[in-house]
């Protein structure tokens, strides 16, 4: 399990506080160079520091984050300090042995590796470690991100924050739409549900209530909001090439204008819509209405011929299909009108919902299977033995008569060949979109980056007044920033901005985001791995922007890319915007077969001495535990990580 669903995380980011060693190399003063947070006493801040939160603030031409004791503060930090509970051959797992090794797999464990990777330069921890590290759990108390994911856990309505689900708008994607969906989808974010969700989320949950209530709430540095892999539409822009090539993300507006405005069930979400509106689209129409006032003047700025701004589709309601008896499992007719549009089909039984068409022919509720032939309206309903209807109940259905993909209004657009001649068939870079209508969709994006991102400003700000808005834990991904118009939206309501990272920032690039974000401070992490010197030597790296040989040369990219990145600065200003550098990840991934991590699933650190075929002692601060049983002896990356992050301190003590 890569993350602890449905909770919010947080990321610590300590500094060298009293009672660790400090890391080999580094002046043996470095612990009376820091203050209780981390923060490096010698970069004080002029002005005065809010009481009990973090800010970030330019010293000369540098950001930085700015702690509670008024430091200047800049982040080292380890992604995912978490526990793979994948099994392995010998059918044990991280989680068990960690057990074997420390003792425990909670607080015993944290604190050593913590230690650990403080040791290697690391002073902080990015979003999706375990919560044993937090400051109620370990006698070190370090600063702390939190992490919610309202877009992500509000389409299943996990813990029934809000009063129903969200949609997954990608589930209704238009069939002309033949790009990347991903897995776990993307948010309606215009739903009322995904703000009352995001609310109740930080005011009820157990944990988001005692870092509230703590003595220890000064240590949180800022919230993030999402996981940029649901963020599809917010990743790699249109105006830099991905590394590798051809990842570059489709345009949110184009997949809004084409998919259906409709969605009735979801069986992945495990969810069955009462209201069937998928608000993003509704947005759109209304920001179109907003500008042309009327269909006439839409039609002739996009050359389209529309003859409604909502569906011309026929809604149909409440159709009987039969009475049931008591005993009867299986239903068929034929319905009254055809033809039947997709995705907008709701089977009732008396008056309660009961399922739903899935765009695909399909029926599904909880209690009921079926079918629909979307043509001929021929429609068959499956219940089990142990739902069936009570006698006397009336099933009934609800749909629309050529709708969406079909009719001739606004909302029923889907990209069909048509309609080329104003919507194109370029859904990423928008090449042979008509002129007003991309002018459109770049404003439609630029409209619902700023909704998703005020939302979530506001709630946390509701629920912790004065703390930092991080934004999703990435934007822009593959090494290339997001669009324009989603910096342009974040320079609005960020305080701090997590680009999407991996490869080196060529300058254009960060003057292209200095040019549309602004002169804001920017995170980012880097994603290295060398499957072949490691212990997952069998496996091709999966999804790594860069894989290389050995553990060294996987180091000495790690090195290329911190020295880049303390010294990036916009051509505009001279500003150096970087505020942090993070690690992906502390683990290696089975699942993902990618050597992302400095600890092997054997609980052994890539350092050359470690993860060996040897039973030998653990390197310091561990050194009193037994480490080594690999199946081979790898190489060692730790070396070059440490001298990079000493790199990083040693800038900003000179600075």
Same mark, same amino acid.
């Given at each position: 399990?890569?993350?602890?669903?449905?909770?919010?995380?947080?990321?610590?980011?300590?500094?060298?506080?009293?009672?660790?060693?400090?890391?080999?190399?580094?002046?043996?003063?470095?612990?009376?160079?820091?203050?209780?947070?981390?923060?490096?006493?010698?970069?004080?801040?002029?002005?005065?520091?809010?009481?009990?939160?973090?800010?970030?603030?330019?010293?000369?031409?540098?950001?930085?984050?700015?702690?509670?004791?008024?430091?200047?503060?800049?982040?080292?930090?380890?992604?995912?300090?978490?526990?793979?509970?994948?099994?392995?051959?010998?059918?044990?797992?991280?989680?068990?042995?960690?057990?074997?090794?420390?003792?425990?797999?909670?607080?015993?464990?944290?604190?050593?590796?913590?230690?650990?990777?403080?040791?290697?330069?690391?002073?902080?921890?990015?979003?999706?470690?375990?919560?044993?590290?937090?400051?109620?759990?370990?006698?070190?108390?370090?600063?702390?991100?939190?992490?919610?994911?309202?877009?992500?856990?509000?389409?299943?309505?996990?813990?029934?924050?809000?009063?129903?689900?969200?949609?997954?708008?990608?589930?209704?994607?238009?069939?002309?739409?033949?790009?990347?969906?991903?897995?776990?989808?993307?948010?309606?974010?215009?739903?009322?549900?995904?703000?009352?969700?995001?609310?109740?989320?930080?005011?009820?949950?157990?944990?988001?209530?005692?870092?509230?209530?703590?003595?220890?709430?000064?240590?949180?540095?800022?919230?993030?909001?999402?996981?940029?892999?649901?963020?599809?539409?917010? =990743?790699? &822009?249109?105006?830099?090439?991905?590394?590798?090539? /051809?990842?570059? +993300?489709?345009?949110? @507006?184009? $997949?809004? #204008?084409?998919?259906?405005?409709?969605?009735?069930?979801?069986?992945?979400?495990?969810?069955?819509?009462?209201?069937?509106?998928?608000?993003?689209?509704?947005?759109?129409?209304?920001?179109?209405?907003?500008?042309?006032?009327?269909?006439?003047?839409?039609?002739?700025?996009?050359?389209?011929?529309?003859?409604?701004?909502?569906?011309?589709?026929?809604?149909?309601?409440?159709?009987?299909?039969?009475?049931?008896?008591?005993?009867?499992?299986?239903?068929?007719?034929?319905?009254?009108?055809?033809?039947?549009?997709?995705?907008?089909?709701?089977?009732?039984?008396?008056?309660?919902?009961?399922?739903?068409?899935? =765009?695909? &022919?399909?029926?599904?509720?909880?209690?009921?299977? /079926?079918?629909? +032939?979307?043509?001929? @309206?021929? $429609?068959? #309903?499956?219940?089990?033995?142990?739902?069936?209807?009570?006698?006397?109940?009336?099933?009934?259905?609800?749909?629309?008569?050529?709708?969406?993909?079909?009719?001739?209004?606004?909302?029923?657009?889907?990209?069909?060949?048509?309609?080329?001649?104003?919507?194109?068939?370029?859904?990423?870079?928008?090449?042979?979109?008509?002129?007003?209508?991309?002018?459109?969709?770049?404003?439609?994006?630029?409209?619902?980056?700023?909704?998703?991102?005020?939302?979530?400003?506001?709630?946390?700000?509701?629920?912790?007044?004065?703390?930092?808005?991080?934004?999703?834990?990435?934007?822009?991904?593959?090494?290339?920033?997001?669009?324009?118009?989603?910096?342009?939206?974040?320079?609005?309501?960020?305080?701090?901005?997590?680009?999407? @990272?991996?490869?080196?920032?060529?300058?254009?690039?960060?003057?292209?985001?200095?040019?549309?974000?602004?002169?804001?401070?920017?995170?980012?992490?880097?994603?290295?791995?060398?499957?072949?010197?490691?212990?997952?030597?069998?496996?091709?790296?999966?999804?790594?922007?860069?894989?290389?040989?050995?553990?060294?040369?996987?180091?000495?990219?790690?090195?290329?890319?911190?020295?880049?990145?303390?010294?990036?600065?916009?051509?505009?200003?001279?500003?150096?915007?970087?505020?942090?550098?993070?690690?992906?990840?502390?683990?290696?991934?089975?699942?993902?077969?990618?050597?992302?991590?400095?600890?092997?699933?054997?609980?052994?650190?890539?350092?050359?001495?470690?993860?060996?075929?040897?039973?030998?002692?653990?390197?310091?601060?561990?050194?009193?535990?037994?480490?080594?049983?690999?199946?081979?002896?790898?190489?060692?990356?730790?070396?070059?990580?440490?001298?990079?992050?000493?790199?990083?301190?040693?800038?900003?003590?000179?600075?």
């Amino acid at each position: 399990m890569r993350f602890r669903p449905h909770i919010l995380f947080f990321a610590a980011l300590g500094g060298y506080l009293t009672g660790h060693p400090v890391p080999p190399g580094w002046p043996s003063n470095s612990h009376e160079r820091l203050d209780r947070y981390g923060g490096l006493k010698e970069i004080s801040s002029a002005h005065q520091a809010t009481p009990q939160r973090w800010r970030v603030e330019k010293f000369g031409d540098k950001w930085l984050f700015v702690d509670p004791d008024n430091h200047g503060y800049f982040m080292i930090g380890m992604y995912v300090l978490n526990q793979d509970q994948s099994r392995d051959a010998q059918g044990q797992s991280y989680y068990s042995r960690s057990i074997q090794k420390y003792g425990d797999a909670g607080a015993g464990w944290a604190e050593q590796q913590v230690a650990r990777i403080k040791s290697w330069g690391f002073n902080s921890l990015g979003v999706g470690y375990s919560w044993y590290a937090l400051p109620t759990s370990l006698p070190d108390k370090a600063p702390f991100w939190g992490w919610v994911r309202p877009a992500y856990y509000a389409m299943a309505n996990t813990d029934h924050y809000a009063t129903a689900p969200i949609k997954n708008i990608l589930f209704g994607a238009s069939t002309y739409y033949t790009g990347y969906r991903p897995g776990e989808g993307v948010g309606d974010y215009y739903d009322q549900n995904l703000d009352v969700y995001l609310q109740e989320l930080l005011s009820h949950h157990p944990l988001n209530r005692q870092i509230k209530n703590s003595r220890y709430s000064d240590f949180m540095m800022g919230v993030a909001a999402d996981d940029g892999d649901e963020m599809f539409g917010f =990743g790699a &822009g249109p105006d830099f090439a991905t590394v590798p090539p /051809g990842h570059n +993300n489709a345009h949110l @507006g184009w $997949l809004v #204008l084409t998919m259906s405005p409709s969605q009735t069930a979801n069986r992945s979400k495990q969810a069955l819509y009462n209201d069937t509106t998928v608000y993003c689209k509704k947005a759109l129409r209304d920001q179109l209405i907003q500008k042309y006032q009327t269909i006439m003047a839409l039609n002739s700025a996009w050359g389209s011929h529309y003859t409604t701004f909502d569906s011309s589709g026929i809604p149909i309601e409440r159709e009987v299909v039969a009475q049931a008896d008591g005993t009867s499992l299986r239903f068929t007719k034929t319905l009254a009108t055809s033809i039947v549009t997709r995705f907008t089909l709701q089977i009732s039984a008396g008056q309660t919902l009961i399922a739903g068409d899935l =765009g695909d &022919g399909t029926i599904w509720g909880p209690s009921v299977t /079926g079918s629909i +032939n979307y043509q001929t @309206g021929a $429609l068959t #309903l499956e219940f089990p033995a142990s739902h069936a209807p009570p006698p006397g109940t009336m099933i009934t259905v609800n749909y629309v008569q050529n709708g969406w993909a079909i009719g001739t209004g606004l909302l029923d657009e889907d990209g069909r060949p048509s309609h080329r001649a104003w919507i194109g068939t370029d859904f990423t870079y928008l090449k042979n979109v008509q002129n007003q209508v991309k002018e459109d969709l770049n404003n439609y994006l630029y409209e619902v980056a700023s909704h998703y991102f005020s939302v979530c400003k506001s709630k946390i700000q509701a629920w912790m007044p004065g703390v930092l808005s991080l934004g999703p834990d990435s934007l822009g991904s593959w090494g290339a920033p997001p669009p324009a118009q989603v910096l342009q939206a974040a320079s609005r309501y960020l305080d701090v901005m997590i680009l999407g @990272g991996g490869a080196p920032v060529s300058q254009t690039a960060l003057d292209f985001i200095y040019q549309n974000l602004g002169d804001k401070p920017l995170l980012i992490g880097t994603f290295q791995t060398a499957n072949a010197d490691s212990a997952l030597y069998r496996d091709h790296a999966s999804i790594a922007l860069y894989d290389f040989p050995s553990q060294s040369a996987r180091g000495a990219h790690y090195e290329e890319l911190a020295r880049s990145f303390s010294a990036a600065a916009y051509s505009e200003n001279g500003s150096r915007p970087f505020v942090g550098i993070l690690w992906w990840q502390y683990l290696d991934n089975p699942g993902e077969k990618n050597n992302w991590g400095l600890v092997s699933l054997l609980d052994n650190a890539y350092d050359g001495h470690e993860a060996v075929h040897d039973s030998v002692s653990c390197s310091p601060p561990l050194q009193r535990y037994r480490c080594g049983g690999e199946e081979r002896d790898y190489g060692d990356v730790i070396t070059s990580v440490r001298i990079a992050n000493q790199q990083i301190l040693d800038s900003l003590q000179r600075f």
